[in-house]
């Protein structure tokens, strides 16, 4: 995949963790914040994330695939979604 693409996948992940699961402005979030680990997404919100994923790139991720390890940066699930394209 080239840069250009992944980078705008990682902008598009970025703003929907940053809108939908960062309530404190003072969270300095970046592609390796830890998301499950640090409480920011929790199972619930790890769904609707997946939901999010597959339905802005129209992709399928199996359920072994979507696991907290995968989804605990912004750089684990742009690699996880990369898989799938």
């Known amino acids: ?10 902008r598009i992940v ?10 404190d402005d003072d969270v300095d ?3 390796d914040t830890p998301l499950i680990s640090s409480g920011y997404v929790d ?9 999010f994923l597959e339905n802005k ?16 940066s912004v750089n684990n699930i742009v690699n996880l ?3 799938y394209l």
């Open 43 to 51: 199972s619930f919100s790890m769904v609707s994330l997946l939901i």
């Open 14 to 23: 970025y703003n929907y963790v940053l809108e939908e699961y960062i309530d």
């Open 57 to 72: 790139f129209k992709i399928k991720i199996p359920p072994s695939k979507a696991t907290p390890q995968a989804f605990d």
């Open 1 to 10: 995949m080239d840069e250009q693409k992944r980078e705008d996948i990682k």
């Open 29 to 31: 979030l970046d592609y």
């Open 81 to 83: 979604v990369e898989q």
